[in-house]
Nanobody, 120 residues
Framework: QVQLVESGGGLVQAGGSLRLSCAAS????????MGWYRQAPGKQRELVAE??????NYRDSVKGRFTISRDNAKNTVYLQMNYLKPEDTAVYYC???????????????WGQGTQVTVSS
């Protein structure tokens, strides 16, 4: 089994910054993909940013403000969020695709979510 634990959410004023962390633990051989999603009340979960061994990808509304990075030695992904806006308010979820043994299928895991609230 694999567990993802997020941290770093909170309440911040518009224009402020937060840094989210997501640490994966458990039966891990390799992590092929890590990403951050968010879900605001009454809305569907949406991709915020994602990272693989060769690329990163961001939704248009966060480009230039958010940066995703990864520490492979710690099996941790980060999301640095700058110039936050009230519309960034949501529960942020970490996502990882993990193989537990060499050549094994990469299963999909989610964290429990961390609340980010941006006040105007």
């Amino acid at each position: 089994q694999v567990q993802l634990v997020e941290s770093g959410g909170g309440l911040v004023q518009a224009g402020g910054s937060l840094r989210l962390s997501c640490a994966a633990s458990g039966s891990i051989f390799s992590i092929n993909y890590m990403g951050w999603y968010r879900q605001a009340p009454g809305k569907q979960r949406e991709l915020v940013a994602e990272i693989t061994s060769s690329s990163t990808n961001y939704r248009d509304s966060v480009k230039g403000r958010f940066t995703i990075s990864r520490d492979n030695a710690k099996n941790t992904v980060y999301l640095q969020m700058n110039y936050l806006k009230p519309e960034d308010t949501a529960v942020y979820y970490c996502d990882a695709r993990v193989s537990s043994t060499p050549g094994a299928y990469a299963y999909h895991y989610w964290g429990q979510g961390t609340q980010v609230t941006v006040s105007s």
